[in-house]
Antibody
Framework: QVQLQESGPGLVKPSETLSLNCGVS?????????WDWLRQPPGKGLEWIGS???????YYNPSLKSRVTISVDTSKNQISLKLSSVTAADTALYYC?????????????????WGQGTMVTVSS | SYELTQPPSVSVSPGQTASITCTGD??????INWYQHKPGQSPMVVIY???KRPSGIPERFSGSNSGNTVTLTISGTQAMDEADFYC?????????FGGGTKLTVL
C-alpha cells in the first residue's frame, strides 16, 4: 500500500520560506508517476500547488510559480516543497499526493494516494 | 486560466438522489474527476474519467459528462455521504479544481 507522510514546521514567519517534505513508502518514486503538493486554506477549497515527475520535470500553478520550488530526492524516496516570501494567505493544510497523468489524445489524470496533510500557519 | 464552477452547497434528504454539477468551457474535451473530502480526512476520488468508479466506492456514486456540464450523482444518499465534493481536471499541464460543493444530508 502506498503511503505518503508530510512533515515540516507548523509555524512560519511572514516573508520567510516554507519548507515541507513528503516521505513515500510502499512505492519507489523513481518508478514513475507524478508527485504533487496541494493545499487547503481554512474555510476554502483545494488548491493545486505543483507537480514533479520521477525525472524531475516540474509543473506549477501559474499563480504560485514565482515562489514555488518542488524537488525530488529518490535516495530518500521523498519530495520537497519550498514556498518563498510567505504571507498569512499561505496559511493552509498542505497535502502531498501521488498523481497519475496519462497524456494521450484526451489526457486524463487522477490523484490516487494522499498524505494526511500538515497544517502550516504563517504568523509572527 | 481554465475554471470549473460548482454550486457552493447542495442539500438532500436521506435516501434521495443528490446531484452536484461542475461547469466549464468545452468540458466534453476533458476528463473530470470527483473527490470527496470529509473533515479530518484526506480527499478521496469517488469518480474518475467522468464516469468510472474506483474499487471500494459504492455503486450509488455515478458520474456523467454532457458537454459543458459534468454531474456527480449520489443515489440513495446516506448520512455518511455528507462531505465537500470537488471536481478536478487536467488542463494545459496544470491541475484545476472547482470551488467545491458542500453536500448536506438533512
Amino acid at each position: 500500500q502506498v503511503q505518503l507522510q508530510e512533515s515540516g514546521p507548523g509555524l512560519v514567519k511572514p516573508s520567510e520560506t516554507l519548507s515541507l517534505n513528503c516521505g513515500v513508502s510502499g512505492f519507489s518514486i523513481s518508478s514513475g508517476y507524478n508527485w504533487d503538493w496541494l493545499r487547503q486554506p481554512p474555510g476554502k477549497g483545494l488548491e493545486w500547488i505543483g507537480s514533479i515527475d520521477h525525472r524531475g520535470r516540474t509543473y506549477y500553478n501559474p499563480s504560485l510559480k514565482s515562489r514555488v520550488t518542488i524537488s525530488v530526492d529518490t535516495s530518500k524516496n521523498q519530495i520537497s516543497l519550498k514556498l518563498s516570501s510567505v504571507t498569512a494567505a499561505d496559511t493552509a493544510l498542505y497535502y502531498c499526493a501521488r498523481h497519475e497523468i496519462v497524456v494521450v489524445f484526451k489526457p486524463f489524470d487522477i490523484f490516487d494516494f494522499w498524505g494526511q496533510g500538515t497544517m502550516v500557519t504563517v504568523s509572527s | 486560466s481554465y475554471e470549473l464552477t460548482q454550486p457552493p452547497s447542495v442539500s438532500v434528504s436521506p435516501g434521495q438522489t443528490a446531484s452536484i454539477t461542475c461547469t466549464g468551457d468545452k468540458l466534453g474535451d476533458k476528463y473530470i474527476n470527483w473527490y470527496q473530502h470529509k473533515p479530518g480526512q484526506s480527499p478521496m476520488v469517488v469518480i474518475y474519467q467522468d464516469t468510472k468508479r474506483p474499487s471500494g466506492i459504492p455503486e450509488r456514486f455515478s458520474g456523467s459528462n454532457s458537454g459543458n456540464t459534468v454531474t456527480l450523482t449520489i443515489s440513495g444518499t446516506q448520512a455518511m455521504d455528507e462531505a465537500d465534493f470537488y471536481c478536478q481536471a487536467w488542463d494545459s499541464s496544470t491541475v484545476v479544481f472547482g470551488g467545491g460543493t458542500k453536500l448536506t444530508v438533512l
